[in-house]
């Protein structure tokens, strides 16, 4: 196992780097004490980590003696605090545009999304510092360019407290999990509520790296893995061929690096029983409002990974700079492939093909198939707590433990739609047109109202969850029938044609039934339990109901034979009346129940 310190040589030595000028050609040799680029973390033996304006002053010192060093921001936190990027390229480019054209490709690596879990945050200063200083991987910016995003909950950084994370080992204080707004970003990826989520999608649509690194801190289980991962390959969020070659390649190969290099990793899953791994380990597909499965609906890479919260600081860092180092190296050695594997899987996603097979929403695990797998433990045992009473499981670090662990690895859809040609959003829902926006999702403005036939979703109701989400009160559950109809769209109406590569964020959004989808989250919460005004007295049924029973025979006939199989209802005079005051009701506000995207189908 490396480790990232200085030794008493270099602290004393001097090394020779490059101040930028406004022309990067021309290069002024600067002497820099390299004392003076030891982090904070290594300062402090991994015990602290630097607050933000410390972190970024490091930034800014780099950038400072190289070119290829580029610190810029791509918006502001709802408290003023900038969010920072930093651009590290070969030539000092800055622009995507620019990057590509000399055939490099780049990865984009987030840190302190959740802010209590800084490993990343310290990961790619040591990391990016060592490339600088020292040219170690240097060789990586032939093929490679980074965009660092060292804390993008910049907020919750700054709210810095001892008590935060308080089972977690390093460091002695630290950010919280979510936003100034109370907001969990990471929960943010689809609806962007969040200021800084609205101002990350337009970073993110900017940039359109090959690959996403989400660096966070796990918390549960306790095992020997420095490191466990997740890459989306559970499920149809990445289509072929960028299914395969992340599932065959970039996850089998990072797998064997990481192992070479002494930090052996296992999936991020969930345990039949948290502290009995023995007894069985599932993957989980996770739908687009979190951060890495939300690059993979749109047919890019993202891994997430997730250091173990009981190991030392220094490790956790040491494991996060590796697993970007390898997964650099992985990209750099397939780098035709993995681009033709996106612009083939773009292409599949915006064709009709696409549209020929349902596509799942949701998931169940496969309890019929598992494969057996090396699993490292501790050796355990359970007493009786003197404390609480309870069951007391605790593991011996002394003995670590290999056990066959069943890990069930497929998946069976329990949800799932037919895909439309597109769908037609109502004018007045701009908010929802923005999100497309945000979301990368193409439409176009309808400049005149038009009959079409298009399939409706119609509210019956909906389960409303009991307590708040987010800031939002979800619909657990949405009732509702489907219909063909003839409906004549509005001037200004949104039409979002589904022949385009985001198609899958466009479902995942307007669907009911898709998990964290718009009617979930509240958006549509009007229609889902609609507010009829209808301001008629009852007694006026005994005019109107006249009128309709002999304007209409059907109407007539099906009333006359509610009377005679409910006689119940036949005496009760209230009963009746609203009868017909229901019926007028619903033909006054016959549109109120109607999901806002309307599904064009031909």
């Known amino acids: 196992m490396k480790r990232f310190i200085f030794t008493a040589s270099l602290l004393l030595a001097f090394c020779s780097v490059y101040a930028q000028k406004k022309d990067l050609k021309e290069k002024v040799p600067v002497q820099k004490n390299p ?89 790619c200063m040591i990391w990016l510092r060592d490339m600088i200083l020292h040219k170690k991987d240097i060789g990586l910016l032939d093929d490679v360019s980074f965009v660092f995003d060292p804390v993008f909950n910049v907020d919750g950084h700054e709210d810095f407290r001892a008590t935060n994370r308080i089972n977690q080992n390093g460091p002695d204080e630290l950010g ?26 337009r970073m993110y649509n900017y940039w359109d790296p090959e690959l996403f690194i989400d660096c966070h801190v796990t918390n549960g289980a306790d095992f020997q893995y420095v490191m466990t991962y997740d890459v989306e390959t559970h ?26 290099v002494g930090f052996p ?38 891994l997430l990974l997730e250091t173990h919260i009981y190991k030392p600081y220094k490790e956790r860092v040491e494991s996060t700079i590796e697993s970007i180092r390898q997964s650099a ?48 433990g501790w050796e355990r045992d359970t ?11 605790r593991h011996n670090y002394k003995k670590p433990m290999t056990y066959k662990v069943p890990l069930y690895n497929k998946h069976v859809p329990t949800k799932s739609v037919k895909v439309p040609e597109a769908y037609i959003l109502m004018p007045q829902y701009a908010n929802v047109a923005e999100l497309l926006t945000l979301n990368g999702i193409s439409y176009k403005v309808l400049d005149d109202s038009k009959e079409v036939e ?38 200004g109406s949104y039409y979002i044609d589904m022949n385009q590569p985001n198609a899958k964020l466009a479902i995942f959004l307007l669907e009911p039934d898709a998990p964290g989808s718009l009617t979930y989250w509240g958006f549509f919460n009007s229609h889902v339990q609609t507010v009829n005004e209808f301001w008629v007295n009852l007694a006026y049924m005994e005019v109107k109901g006249r009128e309709m029973l002999a304007a209409d ?48 189908l031909k």
């Not at 399939?455 to 307590?467: H, K």
């Open 35 to 123: 004392a003076e680029f030891i982090t904070h973390a290594e300062k402090t033996n991994f015990a602290k980590t630097p607050r933000f304006e410390e972190t970024m002053e490091f930034f800014h010192k780099l950038e400072g003696i190289s070119p290829m060093v580029n610190c810029t921001s791509f918006g502001t936190s709802p408290q003023g605090r900038e969010l920072s990027l930093v651009i590290v390229d070969k030539d000092g480019l800055k622009t995507p545009e620019s990057i590509r054209a000399k055939g490099r490709i780049i990865i984009l690596v987030e840190s302190c999304i959740h802010s209590g879990e800084p490993d990343g945050k310290d990961a």
């Open 176 to 201: 919280t999990r979510y936003n100034a707004q109370l907001l969990n970003l990471n929960r943010d990826f689809l609806k962007a509520d969040a200021p800084e989520m609205k101002d990350w999608h």
């Open 235 to 260: 499920g149809k969020a990445m289509a072929e061929p960028l299914h395969s070659f992340s599932k065959k390649i970039y996850e089998k190969e990072l797998n064997d690096r990481m192992t070479k």
């Open 383 to 393: 007493i009786v707590s003197d404390l609480s009473g309870g069951k007391w499981v």
């Open 553 to 600: 025979p059907e109407l007539k006939k099906r009333f006359e034979e509610k009377k005679k199989n409910d006689p119940a209802f036949a005496k009760d005079p209230n009963a009746i009346l609203n009868y017909f005051y229901d019926i007028v009701k619903k033909q006054s506000h016959q549109d109120n129940d109607i999901h806002p995207a309307w599904r064009v």
């Open 265 to 302: 990793m296992f999936p991020y899953c969930n345990y039949k029983r948290t502290y009995a791994p023995e007894l069985g380990a599932s993957l989980d597909v996770f739908d687009p409002r979190y951060s890495t499965s939300y690059v993979a609906y749109r047919n890019r890479l993202g």
């Open 329 to 376: 190296y992985i990209l750099q050695a397939h780098k035709k492939e993995l681009v033709n594997a996106i612009h083939e899987a773009d292409a599949f996603t915006a064709s009709p093909e696409f549209r020929k097979e349902l596509y799942p929403l949701e998931y169940k695990i496969d309890v019929t198939d598992s494969i057996y797998v090396d699993y490292l």
């Open 454 to 491: 298009v399939e409706t979703y119609r509210y019956t109701g909906g389960r409303f969850s009991p307590r708040q989400s987010e800031g939002r009160v979800p619909v657990i559950e949405a009732k509702y029938t489907t219909q063909i109809e003839k409906l004549t769209y509005p001037k």
